[in-house]
């Protein structure tokens, strides 16, 4: 117990009691006392439908995305030999450490309104903007997500890709098997405990991604937690953004929770 104490201890100063504030706060109205009525308030506004259907389909259509083009280069890494494949494979370990806002800011660089592209079609035809508009619209957020979260499927993929025996792969195609059917009979069986692992992963990352929407600045996409940003900090209503937080908080957890058993049921 007394090796125990201690992380028990800082665990509940620094992470549960905040939360239990947190949780207390959504239960309290902005005149004094306890009750219900902030859920009420919240569940019945169209900003919280509408962030919350946001939010679900982004984080939907995101994993979606990365979990096809996960697959898609981890296939290349993995089976097409190249120079530098060793390379590109140490490099997905180190894009995982990178922060959502600096691919944001980089994409910006490339297709933002005054971006690359714009600028070379402004300079070679005189117009006064460039064609390329999507990344201040939702298209522009889901573009940003997948980008940033598909190294977080590829690396489980690589992995589950590196015991299979090529033999097999050389077998069937031997006897006649196209690249195709080698992949879906073959390689997909495989894939799948790292697919479904990396998949809830992002599922569960996507839904609380904050900095990637904030940065792109797309019109009219409010996610739940920019809409803890905004209750909070630019509305002052905490008991609402408390309200917000709990049920982000609730989401992440039951999807971390599926996360977690799909993990261990398939080994990943």
């Not at 981890?74 to 089976?79: E, G, M, N, P």
């Not at 797309?218 to 920019?226: R, Y």
């Amino acid at each position: 117990m007394l090796w125990v104490l201690p992380p028990v201890l800082v665990l509940g100063l620094f992470f549960l009691y905040p939360l239990a504030l947190v949780v207390q706060q959504s239960f309290t109205l902005n005149e004094g006392g306890h009750s219900l009525q902030p859920y009420a308030d919240v569940f019945a506004s169209t900003a919280f439908r509408d962030a919350l259907t946001t939010t679900v389909w982004l984080a939907v259509g995101s994993t979606a995305g990365c979990l096809v083009l996960g697959f898609v280069l981890a296939l290349v890494i993995a089976f097409v030999p190249f120079p530098g494949s060793r390379a590109v494979a140490r490099f997905i370990d180190v894009f995982l450490s990178f922060p959502s806002f600096l691919i944001t800011l980089a994409l910006l660089f490339v297709y933002g309104t005054v971006g690359m592209v714009n600028g070379v079609w402004t300079d070679v035809t005189g117009a006064a903007s460039g064609p390329v508009q999507f990344l201040t619209t939702p298209w522009g957020v889901l573009l940003a997500e997948i980008t940033y979260f598909t190294p977080f499927v590829i690396r489980p993929l690589l992995a589950a890709f590196s015991p299979l025996d090529t033999a097999q792969l050389e077998v069937a195609s031997s006897l006649g098997a196209r690249p195709a059917r080698i992949v879906r009979r073959v390689i997909l069986p495989e894939a799948l405990p790292a697919l479904a692992a990396g998949g809830s992963l992002v599922l569960v990352l996507c839904l609380n991604e904050f900095g990637i929407v904030l940065f792109t600045g797309a019109k009219g996409v409010t996610t739940l937690p920019m809409l803890v940003y905004s209750k909070a900090i630019l509305e002052s209503d905490y008991p609402a953004a408390c309200v917000v937080a709990v049920v982000n908080v609730a989401i992440s957890v039951g999807l971390y929770s599926l996360y977690r058993m799909v993990s261990r049921r398939v080994g990943a």
